[in-house]
Protein backbone atom coordinates (compact mmCIF):
# COMPACT_ATOMS: atom_id res chain seq x y z
CA UNK A 1 0.00 0.00 0.00
CA UNK A 2 2.69 2.30 0.38
CA UNK A 3 6.19 2.36 -1.60
CA UNK A 4 9.12 4.24 -0.65
CA UNK A 5 11.35 5.45 -3.23
CA UNK A 6 15.03 6.68 -2.49
CA UNK A 7 17.30 8.16 -5.21
CA UNK A 8 21.16 10.17 -4.63
CA UNK A 9 23.66 7.94 -3.36
CA UNK A 10 26.63 7.57 -6.05
CA UNK A 11 30.64 7.91 -5.42
CA UNK A 12 32.09 11.27 -4.40
CA UNK A 13 35.46 12.15 -3.34
CA UNK A 14 36.15 13.24 0.03
CA UNK A 15 35.12 16.53 1.19
CA UNK A 16 32.52 16.20 -1.58
CA UNK A 17 28.60 16.31 -1.38
CA UNK A 18 25.74 14.18 -1.98
CA UNK A 19 22.08 14.80 -1.99
CA UNK A 20 20.04 12.17 -1.04
CA UNK A 21 15.75 11.98 -1.34
CA UNK A 22 13.19 9.74 -0.70
CA UNK A 23 9.45 10.14 -1.37
CA UNK A 24 6.98 7.83 0.03
CA UNK A 25 2.85 7.23 -1.84
CA UNK A 26 0.39 5.52 -1.65
CA UNK A 27 -2.73 5.75 0.48
CA UNK A 28 -1.03 7.76 3.30
CA UNK A 29 -3.07 9.72 5.75
CA UNK A 30 0.42 11.80 7.20
CA UNK A 31 3.61 10.86 7.67
CA UNK A 32 5.49 10.83 10.92
CA UNK A 33 8.91 10.57 11.96
CA UNK A 34 11.01 10.44 8.87
CA UNK A 35 14.91 9.98 8.23
CA UNK A 36 17.94 8.27 7.10
CA UNK A 37 19.79 5.36 8.58
CA UNK A 38 23.00 3.89 7.03
CA UNK A 39 24.71 0.60 7.15
CA UNK A 40 28.41 -0.30 6.75
CA UNK A 41 29.39 -3.90 5.42
CA UNK A 42 30.32 -5.84 8.87
CA UNK A 43 28.19 -3.32 10.59
CA UNK A 44 24.95 -3.34 12.34
CA UNK A 45 22.19 -0.19 10.58
CA UNK A 46 22.47 2.94 12.66
CA UNK A 47 20.45 6.18 12.83
CA UNK A 48 21.88 9.14 10.44
CA UNK A 49 19.03 11.73 11.06
CA UNK A 50 15.73 11.96 11.37
CA UNK A 51 12.84 14.62 11.38
CA UNK A 52 9.38 14.78 13.02
CA UNK A 53 5.93 15.96 11.27
CA UNK A 54 6.85 19.21 13.18
CA UNK A 55 10.37 19.77 11.37
CA UNK A 56 12.34 18.36 15.31
CA UNK A 57 15.43 17.05 13.75
CA UNK A 58 17.97 14.41 15.30
CA UNK A 59 21.50 13.23 14.12
CA UNK A 60 24.03 11.02 14.93
CA UNK A 61 27.11 12.59 16.51
CA UNK A 62 29.46 11.42 13.62
CA UNK A 63 27.24 13.42 10.93
CA UNK A 64 26.05 16.67 12.96
CA UNK A 65 27.48 19.94 11.39
CA UNK A 66 27.91 18.25 8.33
CA UNK A 67 24.71 16.61 7.35
CA UNK A 68 20.90 18.15 7.22
CA UNK A 69 17.66 16.29 6.85
CA UNK A 70 14.98 18.16 5.81
CA UNK A 71 11.02 17.32 4.63
CA UNK A 72 8.51 18.34 2.24
CA UNK A 73 5.39 17.47 4.08
CA UNK A 74 3.09 18.06 0.86
CA UNK A 75 5.18 15.64 -1.27
CA UNK A 76 5.94 12.93 1.45
CA UNK A 77 9.80 13.46 1.01
CA UNK A 78 12.66 14.18 3.08
CA UNK A 79 15.96 14.89 1.72
CA UNK A 80 19.47 14.38 3.11
CA UNK A 81 21.87 17.07 2.11
CA UNK A 82 25.13 15.43 3.06
CA UNK A 83 28.16 17.98 3.03
CA UNK A 84 32.07 17.13 3.77
CA UNK A 85 31.56 13.20 3.33
CA UNK A 86 34.04 11.17 4.53
CA UNK A 87 35.08 7.78 4.05
CA UNK A 88 33.65 6.54 6.93
CA UNK A 89 30.21 7.71 5.52
CA UNK A 90 30.33 4.88 3.13
CA UNK A 91 27.52 2.43 3.64
CA UNK A 92 24.13 1.50 2.26
CA UNK A 93 21.91 4.70 3.25
CA UNK A 94 18.23 3.54 3.97
CA UNK A 95 14.88 5.64 3.92
CA UNK A 96 12.84 5.69 7.01
CA UNK A 97 9.25 6.27 7.16
CA UNK A 98 6.91 6.07 10.11
CA UNK A 99 3.27 6.94 8.47
CA UNK A 100 -0.57 6.81 9.47
CA UNK A 101 -2.57 4.86 6.74
CA UNK A 102 -6.09 3.70 6.89
CA UNK A 103 -7.08 0.12 6.76
CA UNK A 104 -11.30 -0.64 6.83
CA UNK A 105 -11.54 2.62 8.97
CA UNK A 106 -8.66 2.24 11.27
CA UNK A 107 -6.06 4.48 11.29
CA UNK A 108 -2.89 2.70 11.76
CA UNK A 109 0.96 3.20 11.90
CA UNK A 110 3.30 1.25 10.11
CA UNK A 111 6.88 1.78 9.50
CA UNK A 112 8.60 1.35 5.97
CA UNK A 113 12.14 1.02 4.85
CA UNK A 114 13.64 2.18 1.07
CA UNK A 115 15.35 -0.36 -0.86
CA UNK A 116 18.55 1.74 -0.02
CA UNK A 117 20.88 3.81 -1.83
CA UNK A 118 24.93 3.01 -2.02
CA UNK A 119 27.03 5.99 -0.75
CA UNK A 120 30.66 5.32 -1.31
CA UNK A 121 33.22 7.99 -0.43
CA UNK A 122 37.01 7.98 -1.75
CA UNK A 123 39.63 8.63 -0.21
Known amino acids: QVHVAESGGGLVQTGGSLRLSCAASGSIFSTNVMGWYRQAPGKERELVATITGAGITNYADSVKDRFTISRDNAQNTVYLQMNSLKPEDTAVYYC?????????????????WGQGTQVTVSS
Open 96 to 112: YCNVDVYRFALRSSYNY
